[in-house]
């Protein structure tokens, strides 16, 4: 009796034995296609990552350009405004010299005094001018500062999307860089 015992633990432990290598064999066939299809689906997942930082890049070049064309109206405008005051400043001394030379002519002042006067006037005048230009060098430069904050403001949301590529694994064509190259070109 006992070894019919014996004989029946030993086949069933060798049927068990061969229940669990089978066992493993279909987990591991099971967990190769399971595992292929999860790979499948964190790569389609990276495309699609990948393809919204191109579209995002795409929006970032057109910013820079639609900037740079901002900035470049911006400076016209400045140009145009600073030379319709120069010509506006010179059109106004013209008209204060005429009557202050007529004013002399009527009233006889004497040479000397006449003189002076004139010569306050371009003093005045000169100094009027450099106060303009001083006005619109300061108007320049902070129209510069302005669109360099612009820029890179520009330029950090390419790094981020560079450091959002190397989060998720995807190698990035390096997009703050290219902006920052296509802002000095």
Do not use: C, H, P
């Not at 689906?41 to 639609?66: C, H, I, N, P, W």
């Not at 470049?72 to 010179?90: F, K, P």
């Not at 302005?146 to 403001?153: C, Q, W």
């Amino acid at each position: 009796m006992i070894a019919g015992i014996l004989s029946a633990v030993a086949t069933g432990s060798a049927k068990y034995k061969k229940f669990k290598k089978a066992g493993k064999v279909l987990s591991a066939v099971s967990g190769f296609f399971g595992s292929k299809k999860k790979r499948a689906k964190e790569k389609a997942k990276r495309e699609e990552f990948s393809q919204l930082l191109g579209t995002q890049y795409g929006m970032l070049e057109d910013t820079v350009a639609e900037v740079g064309q901002e900035f470049d109206t911006r400076r016209e405008m400045l140009g145009e405004s600073q030379t319709l005051q120069q010509e506006q400043a010179v059109m106004g001394y013209g008209l204060g010299q005429e009557q202050l030379s007529s004013q002399i002519g009527m009233t006889n002042l004497q040479t000397g005094a006449g003189e002076e006067a004139m010569q306050l006037a371009q003093k005045e005048f000169a100094n009027q001018q450099m106060a303009r230009s001083l006005q619109a060098r300061e108007q320049r430069f902070n129209l510069g500062l302005r669109e360099a904050s612009r820029m890179r403001d520009i330029q950090a949301a390419g790094f981020a999307l560079d450091k959002a590529a190397a989060d998720k694994g995807l190698t990035s064509k390096n997009y703050g860089q290219s902006l920052m190259d296509m802002m000095e070109g």
